[in-house]
T-cell receptor, first 113, second 113 residues
Framework: DAGITQSPRHKVTETGTPVTLRCHQT?????MYWYRQDPGHGLRLIHY???????DKGEVSDGYSVSRSKTEDFLLTLESATSSQTSVYFC????????????FGDGTRLSIL | ELKVEQNPLFLSMQEGKNYTIYCNYS?????LYWYRQDPGKSLESLFV?????AVKQEGRLMASLDTKARLSTLHITAAVHDLSATYFC?????????????FGKGTLLTVNP
């Protein structure tokens, strides 16, 4: 276990409501990532962080924002959730810029009705 | 835009048989990763390939990387039921001080007795 905790693990909410997912790590790793996983698409990068307050967009960032105010926490926010954002969300961490693999959390299953 | 293509996407094989999963990518990279995912679970790292010609083996699985051909293979030897899972390859496109992955869509492997 790489010391990654995602919360909540499951959430059901309604269209138009704000949603925040949390990724917490105890490894002091520099890099943190948010992915979504949908059938037929594999994993797609939403946003990532390469340090406190340093974030950048991934390939599917529209409708999502992130924040990283301290090393251990990376928050993903859906400002106004839509049904197309129903997905399984994974957080991942890495410390050495790819010399070792990214380690993944257990995922958050988000359903937007 | 980097494209990562896996084939086949679905693979049903008998125990004891050999097979290969292919991962092609469209942009120069010398870092490729293989992951395994069981149904409803997170991703588990299998192999990290960091240079042309790299070969890694673990049990019945062997992975290789040919950066000139932009191709990685995951070879399964004498398959057993426990290998049934979805296998993903991922390619590092970050460059510089960043590091981020683009995933293939995954290969769903079913090993039948």
């Amino acid at each position: 276990d790489a010391g990654i905790t995602q919360s909540p693990r499951h959430k059901v909410t309604e269209t138009g409501t704000p949603v925040t997912l949390r990724c917490h790590q105890t490894e002091n790793h520099r890099y943190m990532y948010w992915y979504r996983q949908d059938p037929g698409h594999g994993l797609r990068l939403i946003h990532y962080s390469y340090g406190v307050k340093d974030t950048d967009k991934g390939e599917v960032s529209d409708g999502y924002s992130v924040s990283r105010s301290k090393t251990e926490d990376f928050l993903l926010t859906l400002e106004s959730a839509t049904s197309s954002q129903t997905s399984v969300y994974f957080c991942a961490i890495n410390h050495d810029r790819g010399l070792s693999p990214q380690h993944f959390g257990d995922g958050t299953r988000l359903s937007i009705l | 835009e980097l494209k990562v293509e896996q084939n086949p996407l679905f693979l049903s094989m008998q125990e004891g048989k050999n097979y290969t999963i292919y991962c092609n990518y469209s942009t120069t990279s010398d870092r490729l990763y293989w992951y395994r995912q069981d149904p409803g679970k997170s991703l588990e790292s299998l192999f990290v390939l960091l240079s042309n010609g790299a070969v890694k083996q673990e049990g019945r699985l062997m992975a290789s990387l040919d950066t000139k051909a932009r191709l990685s293979t995951l070879h399964i030897t004498a398959a057993v039921h426990d290998l049934s899972a979805t296998y993903f390859c991922a390619v590092d496109i970050g460059g510089g001080s960043n590091y981020k992955l683009t995933f293939g869509k995954g290969t769903l492997l079913t090993v039948n007795p």
